[in-house]
């Protein structure tokens, strides 16, 4: 039985039990996105507004009738914008179609080659969109300085990549991940490149706030089962931080005392 009843996750002054975040991206079909992230257990799920319809195609599906509003907290993303001035008419379009829903995802890529941020027009992005009114979560690389400069800019979550957008390579970069987690007030979420379950487990043993992810679910072989090893993955990695691991040791160290033994 997890431990985790009281440990809450807070967001944009909202809180939250789980700390796995999923998207919606990449699912064969509504019916398996919709049977997946419920079995996630996520209570928060981004949408790209550039790429699904949340109602502004009305002759089309909408992605907001299998995940409803008043049961998920929608994180609308920027996923496609490689310039300032797009991602932040992709934010107000979201603020439209939500009914003046203000929490967004920001993302600025740089090329679609590594779908790396472009961490200048990110900031450039990020400081417009906090000025009118936006509680912004942002997606940025693993370094410590550009987090550190975005949570002062005032987003309400930082989120550095592990690893490449939908590459599954895991953490490429613990030292950094620990140093962003070490030093924020805001809280730390894990963002691209987890590929399987102890990845997940591993971003919060480091003691990150959560973990979102897409294609690691969806890509699977099979999907809705995967999204149940996420769920577990996460409860595991975040009760084993808060209990605290043994130190590292270099040599054995017996698992019985041997003094007062018996010879």
């Known amino acids: 039985m997890s431990n985790l009843t009281n440990d809450t996750l807070t967001i944009a002054g909202k809180t939250y039990s789980s700390r796995l975040l999923v998207g919606t991206g990449k699912y064969k079909d509504m019916q398996e996105t919709r049977q997946a992230i419920e079995t996630s257990g996520a209570e928060i799920i981004t949408i790209a507004v550039r790429r699904t319809n949340m109602g502004q195609n009305a002759d089309e599906p909408n992605i907001l009738d299998i995940l409803p509003p008043d049961r998920y907290t929608i994180l609308p993303n920027t996923a496609g914008c490689y310039d300032a001035k797009t991602a ?80 599954g390579l895991g953490i490429r970069n613990k030292l950094n991940i620990m140093t962003i987690v070490e030093n924020a007030k805001v809280p730390i979420i894990v963002d691209a490149g987890v590929g399987t379950a102890s990845d997940a487990a591993v971003a919060m043993e480091l003691g990150c706030d959560g973990v979102l992810m ?42 019985s005392p041997i003094d007062g033994l018996f010879f």
């Open 88 to 167: 932040v008419r992709t934010c107000k379009l979201a603020r439209e179609l939500l009914d003046g829903h203000n929490l967004v995802k920001l993302e600025v890529l740089g090329d679609e080659k590594t779908l790396f941020p472009d961490v200048i027009q990110t900031l450039s992005a990020a400081e417009e969109l906090i000025k009118d009114g936006f509680d912004i979560m942002v997606y940025t690389n693993d370094d410590p300085i550009i987090a550190r400069e975005l949570e002062q800019m005032g987003c309400v979550a930082v989120m550095p990549l592990a690893a490449p957008i939908g590459s």
């Open 214 to 255: 897409n294609t690691a679910i969806a890509a699977a072989q099979q999907p809705v089962l995967m999204a149940s090893a996420m769920r577990k993955a996460i409860e595991a990695g975040r009760e084993a931080f808060l209990a605290g691991r043994m130190p590292a040791k270099r040599f054995a160290s017996a698992s």
